[in-house]
């Protein structure tokens, strides 16, 4: 069962930056579709961006287009998140998943496995 585990939350100035990570104890991370989702209290959880297993292709909801970008090291069995520019609306709780598809899928059923999350909140 592939564990996943997300660093690098905490707290941001508006217009800062912060970087997460996603570690994967898993051998057959490489052959992976990874995406990035988060919750705000009372919403539902939210696609944010995907990378496929290559990291050749990666794919972003609109509203952090532009903001952030998803990268991965197979070697290190690890999914980064960068996050720039960010905004007050960017503030949840961050979660890294994993598919065994090769599609970059924005629905929260079509990942299998789930990392506990981390908080990222923007203030000022």
């Known amino acids: 069962q592939a564990q996943l585990q997300e660093f690098g939350g905490g707290l941001a100035q508006i217009g800062g930056s912060l970087r997460l990570s996603c570690a994967a104890s898993?051998?057959?991370?490489?052959?992976?579709?990874m995406g990035w989702f988060r919750q705000s209290p009372g919403s539902e959880r939210l696609f944010v961006g995907g990378?496929?297993?290559?990291?050749?292709?990666?794919y972003y909801a609109e509203s952090v287009k532009g903001r952030f970008t998803i990268s991965r090291d197979n070697a290190k069995t690890t999914v980064f998140l960068q996050m720039n520019s960010l905004k007050p609306e960017d503030t949840a709780v961050y979660y890294c998943?994993?598919?065994?598809?090769?599609?970059?899928?924005?629905?929260?059923?079509?990942?299998?496995?789930w990392g506990q999350g981390t908080q990222v909140t923007v203030s000022s």
């Open positions: 998943a994993e598919r065994d598809g090769t599609a970059i899928l924005t629905s929260t059923a079509e990942y299998n496995y």
């Open positions: 898993r051998y057959t991370f490489s052959t992976k579709t």
């Open positions: 990378i496929s297993w290559s990291g050749g292709r990666t």
